[in-house]
T-cell receptor, first 117, second 113 residues
Framework: GAVVSQHPSWVICKSGTSVKIECRSL??????MFWYRQFPKQSLMLMAT?????????EQGVEKDKFLINHASLTLSTLTVTSAHPEDSSFYIC?????????????FGQGTRLTVV | KNQVEQSPQSLIILEGKNCTLQ??????????LRWYKQDTGRGPVSLTI?????NTKSNGRYTATLDADTKQSSLHITASQLSDSASYIC????????????FGDGTTLTVKP
C-alpha cells in the first residue's frame, strides 16, 4: 500500500509552452502533498506544500505564478510549469503524506524528468 | 549550515562488504527520522522510519540506528549487492509540523563487483 504515482515520467517541451505534472496517491488520501525539484547530484529542494482545498504554500524564491499548483482532490495534486524555459529543466518529484501507525510518513512519486528545448 | 548532515558524501565498496552511513542532525523538536534510497532518475523509496523512542529499525539488509541524545543516526548495509548502488538520504521531520522535513544531501554509494 501507500503508492504515489507521478505522470508523466518524462517530458520534452518547447521553450515558452506550459507543462502539467500530476501526482496521485493511489491507495490513500493525502491532504498534504509536496513538490520538489532536484538537480543532478544534489538533494531534493522543496518548492511548495500543496494543501487540498486551499492555496499552496511556496518556499522562498519559488515563483508561484510560474509554478502553479492545484490540489483539487484528496488524491491528486498537479504542478504546471508555465512558460517553461531551458533553466526549468530538472527532475521534479512529488510526495504525499500518509498518517499511519502514529507516524507521518512521506511517500514519493517516481519523479518527472522535464527537458525544455 | 544544513540542519541534517550526512557523511561520507560518497562511498565505494566491493560487493559483499558491509558499510555504514552517518547522519547528524540539529533539527528540533524532533518527530521522526527516515532513511530513503534513491536510484538514479527515480523517486526516493523509504527504507526505515524511527521516532525518538526507537533505537534501531531493520529492513532486510538495512539496519538504521538512532541516538536521540546525540542527534545521530546511522544506516548499516550488510552483504552489499550491486543493486545497493544508489543515493541514500536522511530526512528529519519536525515535531510541530509533521509535514516539514529537512533533507540531508545524501550519500552516494557505489558497489563494485
Amino acid at each position: 500500500g501507500a503508492v504515489v504515482s507521478q505522470h508523466p515520467s518524462w517530458v520534452i517541451c518547447k521553450s515558452g509552452t506550459s507543462v502539467k505534472i500530476e501526482c496521485r496517491s493511489l491507495d490513500f488520501q493525502a491532504t498534504t502533498m509536496f513538490w520538489y525539484r532536484q538537480f543532478p547530484k544534489q538533494s531534493l529542494m522543496l518548492m511548495a506544500t500543496s494543501n487540498e482545498g486551499s492555496k499552496a504554500t511556496y518556499e522562498q524564491g519559488v515563483e508561484k505564478d510560474k509554478f502553479l499548483i492545484n490540489h483539487a482532490s484528496l488524491t491528486l495534486s498537479t504542478l504546471t510549469v508555465t512558460s517553461a524555459h531551458p533553466e526549468d529543466s530538472s527532475f521534479y518529484i512529488c510526495s504525499a503524506l500518509h498518517y499511519r501507525g502514529g507516524n507521518t510518513e512521506a511517500f514519493f512519486g517516481q519523479g518527472t524528468r522535464l527537458t525544455v528545448v | 549550515k544544513n540542519q541534517v548532515e550526512q557523511s561520507p558524501q560518497s562511498l565505494i565498496i566491493l560487493e559483499g562488504k558491509n558499510c555504514t552511513l552517518q547522519c547528524n542532525y540539529t533539527v528540533s523538536p524532533f518527530s521522526n527520522l527516515r532513511w530513503y534510497k534513491q536510484d538514479t532518475g527515480r523517486g526516493p523509496v523509504s527504507l526505515t522510519i524511527m521516532t525518538f523512542s526507537e533505537n534501531t529499525k531493520s529492513n532486510g539488509r538495512y539496519t538504521a540506528t538512532l541516538d536521540a541524545d546525540t542527534k545521530q543516526s546511522s544506516l548499516h548495509i550488510t552483504a552489499s549487492q550491486l543493486s545497493d548502488s544508489a543515493s541514500y538520504i536522511c530526512v528529519v521531520t519536525k515535531g510541530t509540523n509533521a509535514g516539514k522535513s529537512t533533507f540531508g544531501d545524501g550519500t552516494t554509494l557505489t558497489v563494485k563487483p
